[in-house]
């Protein structure tokens, strides 16, 4: 897939820092190796084979040594163009762009067919490899530990990734293939804050999220972003499970883009697998400064998008609706024109209190469009990082005061005091009221749509509340 001119993919953590990838057959423990040493839970684990489908990258630490961490999907034998063998063509391109390769057996299963066809493979394409035992806690995994050293890849290391037992055997194996890590870049790092800590801030890249129902696209337009073929497409639907993230730049902006795992309706979620998948997606959603939900262009704007979009509103990220397949609309204008009508309604009946939210049409399968997402995604996140200064704010006050003076409470005029805005991401406003309870939230929603239309604050979210101002007399003894 051919990378456009308005962005140059660079997938991973910089290269200068050495690749670890973990690989292995199905449900040895490859992903709680990786949350092990990446110190979170990066991945999702689960006694399902098979969890791990796209290659996911994290910075890890083990004593003094950092590396890039790679973890993959579990080997398959099989051919074609199966779910299998294009994963097992993903774990392949891992262990070519790797350092070193962390292969992990299960040493309570013993050495299996499998591993010894993989070992081979190995054996034949990575000059590094380091053989780890994985499950050895306790006296079970003695005779898998034994076994291993059969595989022609050296000693083997005995490990428990769900325990942390032999993180010290690993970091001893590992400092023979890496370098570990200078002091005075440590040091440089533990001083690193100070005043330029708000100006490293400001220069972190803008984490975009990918989200929607499954099968709509999500993973196809992140390769189409990027230019090249990163995470895992195909017909099946639910392929991605993980949340994958891919820092690249645009325009010489830096990104971070998440792709994420399709999210059905809670009443249609019966496995625990899904059920974490989709609660990885809730939790990227929160961290996230834009998040793009991905429709389909045959079925635009079903109660499950309407769903996600709430969600993302009510977090206040900044939000984009972006419809795939619109290639598919293209032979019927008039059902196109109804089918967009539609989607329009139903965002202004359903989100009142985010107006204009911006509409993205476009198809990741060809490139088409695709172009016109990125500038959308950057304007709203400059309004969503929005301040408006204080006195041209309450300027403004004053004159909404006048236009549409505020009701009556307890036979006396509401004095709209002072506003300010307090944040950004989102825009948040403080008012101050004589008397708060009396307001209503009607003209407080006036108010809401005057700033968003006179401070041009359009398809994000606004948060206005409302504090009452302190009796400067409250609490003087009264002279007599």
């Not at 834009?290 to 079903?302: H, K, P, Q, T």
Request: proline residues 6%; positive net charge; aromatic residues 4%.
């Amino acid at each position: 897939m051919p990378s456009g001119e308005d962005g140059a993919a660079t997938t991973g953590t910089p290269r200068a820092a050495p690749r670890v990838a973990i690989v292995g057959r199905p449900n040895v423990g490859k992903s709680t190796l990786f949350n092990r040493l990446v110190g979170r839970r990066r991945a999702i684990v689960d006694d399902t084979p098979g969890v791990t489908r796209d290659i996911r990258e994290s910075p890890a630490q083990l004593g003094d040594l950092t590396f890039t961490l790679l973890d993959t999907a579990g080997w398959e034998t099989k051919g074609g163009e199966t779910l299998e063998a294009r994963m097992r063509r993903f774990t392949e391109r891992a262990v070519d762009s790797a350092d070193v390769v962390l292969f992990l057996i299960d040493a309570r299963a013993g050495i299996v067919p499998l591993d010894e066809s993989f070992a081979s493979w190995l054996r034949r394409r990575a000059s590094k490899v380091i053989v780890i035992a994985n499950k050895c806690e306790g006296r079970a995994g003695q005779q898998g530990l034994a076994e291993a050293h059969g595989l022609g890849l050296g000693a083997p290391v005995p490990f428990s990734a769900e325990h942390g037992e032999g993180l010290s055997d690993l970091h001893d194996a590992l400092i023979r293939h890496i370098a570990a890590a200078p002091e005075d870049e440590d040091e440089g790092a533990e001083t690193a804050e100070g005043p330029g800590e708000d100006e490293d801030a400001a220069k972190r890249p803008l984490l975009l999220a990918i989200v929607g129902r499954p099968n709509v696209g999500k993973s196809t337009l992140l390769n189409r972003l990027i230019g090249e073929e990163r995470v895992l497409t195909g017909p099946e639907a639910g392929i991605t499970r993980d949340a994958i993230r891919v820092d690249w730049q645009w325009r010489g902006r830096p990104v971070r883009l998440v792709d994420t795992a399709g999210m059905r309706r809670r009443s249609r979620i019966e496995e625990k697998l899904e059920a974490a998948s989709v609660a990885d997606t809730l939790d990227t959603i929160r961290l996230a400064d834009v998040v793009v939900i991905v429709l389909d262009a045959a079925n635009m704007a079903e109660k499950q998008d309407l769903a996600v979009a709430g969600w993302v509103i009510e977090e206040g990220r900044a939000l984009v609706i972006a419809v795939n397949k619109t290639d598919l609309l293209a032979d019927d204008q008039a059902a196109a024109s109804r089918a967009w009508r539609k989607l329009a309604d139903r965002l202004e009946a359903s989100f009142a209190q985010v107006k204009d939210v911006p509409i993205v049409g476009f198809s990741a399968l060809n490139g088409r469009g695709v172009e016109r997402l990125m500038p959308k995604v950057f304007e709203t996140f400059d309004i969503w990082n929005k301040r408006v200064p204080t006195p041209r704010l309450n300027r403004w006050l004053r004159e909404m005061e006048i236009l549409h003076p505020p009701p009556l409470a307890k036979g006396r005029r509401i004095r709209l005091r002072f506003m300010t805005q307090i944040k950004i991401r989102p825009p948040t406003f403080v008012l101050s009221v004589s008397q708060p309870e009396g307001l209503g939230d009607d003209y407080l929603r006036y108010l809401t749509n005057r700033l968003r239309d006179d401070f041009g604050l359009p398809g994000v979210p606004i948060r206005l509340t409302m504090r009452k101002p302190s009796n400067p007399y409250a609490g003087r003894r009264r002279k007599t």
